[in-house]
């Protein structure tokens, strides 16, 4: 049943990756009798580089990923959090590495690729 909801959650508000953090090969031992499932299986890996690779990364950098995508300043992030420029710096160097990226539109492109933004 779960599956089912999940695969009815993916299609009505488009969720790209609602078994991201399940290993791939118990996700398509899990859907093997039902092709829509597997379906959906199929296009959750293609969110990330490797099959079943996640970006592991803290809530307070996916509030910085947000901040970052609306392309607003460093200090005006710092400002926003009440954190440090240097904070933010720090915050903004362990995404790029976590994305494999060096710049933050790169940043942007790859976690909207990967269904983080």
């Known amino acids: 049943m779960l599956l089912i909801a999940a695969s009815a959650a993916e299609r009505e508000v488009g969720l790209r990756t609602p078994f991201a953090m399940m290993p791939r090969t118990d996700l398509l031992v899990l859907t ?22 996640a970006l592991r990364h803290t809530k307070r950098e996916q509030v910085v990923l947000n901040q970052l995508a609306g392309g607003i300043s460093v200090a005006e992030i710092a400002e926003t959090l009440s954190v440090a420029v240097e904070t933010v710096k720090n915050q903004f160097g362990s995404l790029y590495r976590k994305l494999g990226v060096s710049d933050r539109a790169s940043a942007v492109a790859t976690a909207r690729r990967r269904g983080l933004l």
């Open 32 to 53: 093997d009798p039902d092709p829509t499932l597997r379906d959906l299986v199929e296009r959750q890996v293609e969110v990330f580089d490797e099959p079943g690779e």
